[in-house]
């Protein structure tokens, strides 16, 4: 069966090989089950997050199995989660009531343009007339913003009246247990053991709960220091949903249109960089690119995400999108869309684990966040200094901006805005594509919105 679906033989792979290689993309990217709810739950429900993670998750996986037949697994995007949690709901929509219901409207906005823009091949078009030194000065700066979000999960860097920010106490167990998480995770990735981020946080957890029972870690519910051990007395809430599914504001977006859409951009622009070079790369790495260096189905692949965006979003969780630990299962062997049916069959499992799953701290997902931050920085080494100066000065401002401005739209804002000037200002405006016009337009009128006080 499973090879008439997945044409195994056709791509030099059998099932067993699909299999290992599905639980390893599993195990490389299951973290998100627990970071997830972890960093929106700062601004809505954390069970109903977890279910929404997990079954948005698995269903647009299944997608991209059936579908598209790729080895490539999808789930909340790292980054994108942080956007939406503390750049949009906390920062832009800090005064609104139930901001949540906002964002996830905007994700839903913004999945329904990728289906559109997925059935037009657009997609690959303005992924084409982005620089390269930006893209990689993108995902740098998305890096250094999700480490800087773990460091202060775990109080290892806090908040200093005079500096802004300021090194955390040592007295802590948060800060000495997730600095320990960080190292167990860089010496398993070392040693290329499978699952090491999972085992990360698995062990840092484990590790907590030995201090909270020797008395280190002490439990203090008012200052929102909970117990670690999982609490099985009230069941499986599989009903979470209802706190996060559907949970849309129109009315909100129809009055305050300008904001809405620069939200909706945001998010758009960032989604873009995310899949697409996720889906290069690891299919890259399984040998799935011709002769071009193009990617077959790719109208399939791009589908298959901007459904699982519009899903997730319905479901309560923030963009889905493909993901880049899914080259792990490609190096066990993962060619075919079967890789892609065993991770989603996993997430399905997770369901029922989730008092597990949220009872691990912010502090044991933070050597995490930390380790994906250092992965994502790894793009500056791509990065040309020795180029045109707008290149490397757009690369520049979008590595600087998102963690010093606490926001990944304004990295990718001001990095394009650069770009664009600067392109202009040496005389070479001709370079300027359409697509990076229009793209700057956007931003202009997304700062004059910011003067005038609309955002």
Same mark, same amino acid.
């Given at each position: 069966?499973?090879?008439?679906? !997945?044409?195994?033989?056709?791509?030099?792979t059998?099932?067993?090989t699909?299999?290992?290689?599905?639980?390893?993309?599993?195990?490389?990217?299951?973290?998100i089950? /627990?970071?997830?709810?972890?960093?929106?739950?700062?601004?809505?429900?954390?069970? =109903?997050?977890?279910?929404?993670?997990?079954?948005?998750?698995a269903?647009?996986?299944?997608?991209?199995?059936?579908?598209?037949?790729?080895p490539?697994?999808?789930?909340?995007?790292?980054g994108?989660?942080?956007?939406?949690?503390?750049?949009?709901?906390?920062?832009?929509?800090?005064?609104?009531?139930?901001a949540?219901?906002?964002?996830?409207?905007?994700?839903?906005?913004?999945?329904i343009?990728?289906?559109?823009?997925?059935?037009?091949?657009?997609r690959?078009?303005?992924?084409?007339?982005?620089?390269?030194?930006l893209?990689?000065?993108?995902?740098?700066?998305?890096?250094?913003?999700?480490?800087?979000?773990?460091?202060?999960?775990?109080?290892?860097?806090?908040?200093?009246? @005079?500096?802004?920010?300021?090194?955390?106490?040592?007295n802590?167990?948060?800060v000495?247990?997730? &600095?320990?998480?960080?190292?167990?995770?860089?010496?398993?990735?070392?040693?290329?053991?499978?699952?090491?981020?999972?085992?990360?946080?698995?062990?840092?957890?484990?590790?907590?709960?030995?201090?909270?029972?020797?008395? %280190?870690?002490?439990?203090?519910?008012?200052?929102?220091?909970?117990?670690?051990?999982?609490?099985?007395?009230q069941?499986?809430?599989?009903?979470?949903?209802?706190?996060?599914?559907?949970?849309?504001?129109?009315?909100?977006?129809?009055?305050?249109?300008?904001?809405f859409?620069?939200?909706?951009?945001?998010? &758009?622009?960032?989604? &873009?960089?995310?899949?697409?070079?996720?889906?290069?790369?690891?299919?890259?790495?399984?040998?799935?690119?011709?002769?071009?260096?193009?990617?077959?189905?790719?109208?399939?692949?791009?589908?298959?995400?901007a459904?699982?965006?519009?899903? =997730?979003a319905?479901?309560?969780? @923030?963009?889905?999108?493909?993901?880049?630990?899914?080259?792990?299962?490609?190096?066990?062997?993962?060619?075919?869309?079967?890789?892609? !049916?065993?991770?989603?069959?996993?997430?399905?499992?997770?369901?029922?684990? @989730?008092?597990?799953?949220?009872?691990?701290? @912010?502090?044991?997902?933070?050597? /995490?966040?930390?380790?994906?931050?250092?992965?994502?920085?790894?793009?500056?080494?791509?990065i040309? !200094?020795?180029?045109?100066?707008?290149?490397?000065?757009s690369?520049?401002?979008a590595?600087?901006?998102?963690?010093?401005?606490?926001?990944?739209?304004?990295?990718?804002?001001?990095?394009?805005?650069?770009?664009?000037?600067?392109?202009?200002?040496?005389?070479? !405006?001709?370079?300027?594509?359409?697509?990076? %016009?229009?793209?700057?337009?956007?931003?202009?009128?997304?700062?004059?919105?910011?003067?005038?006080?609309?955002?």
């Amino acid at each position: 069966m499973f090879e008439k679906i !997945f044409k195994l033989k056709e791509h030099g792979t059998n099932e067993k090989t699909e299999i290992i290689a599905g639980i390893t993309t599993f195990l490389a990217m299951a973290y998100i089950l /627990a970071v997830n709810p972890s960093i929106l739950g700062n601004v809505m429900d954390a069970n =109903g997050v977890f279910m929404a993670t997990a079954l948005a998750s698995a269903i647009a996986t299944f997608i991209m199995a059936f579908w598209a037949n790729y080895p490539i697994a999808l789930s909340a995007g790292m980054g994108l989660n942080a956007y939406f949690a503390f750049t949009v709901c906390l920062g832009e929509l800090g005064g609104e009531e139930n901001a949540f219901t906002i964002a996830l409207t905007a994700v839903l906005v913004e999945g329904i343009i990728f289906i559109l823009m997925s059935a037009c091949k657009f997609r690959e078009q303005i992924i084409n007339g982005i620089p390269q030194n930006l893209k990689f000065g993108i995902t740098t700066g998305i890096g250094l913003f999700i480490a800087f979000i773990g460091l202060q999960g775990a109080g290892i860097a806090i908040t200093d009246s @005079s500096t802004l920010v300021a090194l955390g106490n040592f007295n802590s167990p948060q800060v000495v247990l997730a &600095l320990i998480g960080f190292m167990i995770i860089a010496t398993l990735s070392h040693f290329n053991i499978k699952g090491s981020v999972l085992i990360g946080i698995l062990a840092t957890w484990i590790l907590g709960l030995i201090a909270e029972a020797l008395g %280190w870690y002490v439990v203090d519910i008012d200052a929102g220091v909970y117990s670690l051990v999982p609490n099985f007395s009230q069941g499986i809430h599989l009903g979470g949903l209802g706190a996060t599914a559907f949970k849309f504001n129109f009315g909100w977006a129809a009055k305050h249109i300008i904001s809405f859409i620069a939200i909706v951009f945001s998010f &758009l622009f960032v989604d &873009l960089f995310d899949t697409v070079g996720t889906v290069v790369g690891v299919a890259d790495k399984a040998g799935l690119l011709d002769k071009d260096g193009k990617l077959p189905r790719a109208g399939r692949v791009f589908m298959a995400d901007a459904i699982g965006t519009t899903v =997730g979003a319905c479901l309560g969780t @923030s963009t889905v999108t493909s993901f880049v630990e899914s080259s792990a299962g490609v190096a066990e062997g993962g060619k075919t869309g079967m890789s892609s !049916f065993v991770t989603g069959l996993l997430f399905i499992l997770s369901l029922f684990l @989730s008092p597990i799953f949220l009872a691990i701290p @912010s502090f044991a997902t933070a050597p /995490a966040l930390v380790y994906v931050g250092m992965l994502m920085f790894s793009s500056a080494a791509k990065i040309s !200094f020795n180029g045109e100066i707008a290149d490397t000065a757009s690369a520049y401002m979008a590595i600087l901006m998102m963690p010093l401005t606490y926001s990944i739209a304004n990295g990718i804002m001001f990095g394009v805005i650069t770009w664009v000037t600067l392109k202009v200002c040496t005389g070479k !405006f001709k370079d300027v594509n359409p697509i990076m %016009w229009i793209v700057f337009v956007l931003f202009t009128l997304r700062i004059i919105s910011l003067a005038k006080g609309f955002m």
